[in-house]
């Protein structure tokens, strides 16, 4: 069974840096394209960002452009999102997810959850200010 686990999270002052990490296991080697999602209280899930196999390719939604990079090391299955310059609108529960493609062609598919069909449980980010 394939299961995604967060890491990293917590709490950081406006300004600071945090690193998530994803790591994906029940698969020989994760080929899937990988994103991460967030969820405020009272708010619907948003897309983050998001990042093909060969991770050349990546897709970010336009808050995060320039504070945020996501990567991954396909020999360790992991996922990374870098988070930089945090604001406290960033505050939430972000969420790693396995696409069931190993590409991703656009910025819409990246965004849409239900291509997305592993989900890990989420790890808490908080940016005080």
């Known amino acids: 069974q394939v299961q995604l686990v967060e890491s990293g999270g917590g709490l950081v002052q406006a300004g600071g840096s945090l690193r998530l990490s994803c790591v994906v296991s029940?698969?020989?080697?994760?080929?899937?394209?990988m994103g991460w999602f967030r969820q405020a209280p009272g708010k619907e899930r948003e897309f983050v960002s998001a990042i093909n196999w060969g991770g050349k390719t990546t897709y970010y939604t336009n808050s995060v452009k320039g504070r945020f990079t996501i990567s991954r090391d396909n020999a360790k299955n992991t996922v990374f999102l870098q988070m930089n310059s945090l604001k406290p609108e960033d505050t939430a529960v972000y969420s790693c997810?396995?696409?069931?493609?190993?590409?991703?062609?656009?910025?819409?598919?990246?965004?849409?959850?239900?291509?997305?069909?592993?989900w890990g449980q989420g790890t808490q980010v908080t940016v005080s200010s």
């Open positions: 997810a396995s696409h069931r493609y190993t590409a991703i062609e656009t910025m819409e598919d990246a965004a849409r959850t239900y291509d997305y069909d592993y």
């Open positions: 029940g698969r020989t080697s994760n080929t899937a394209a």
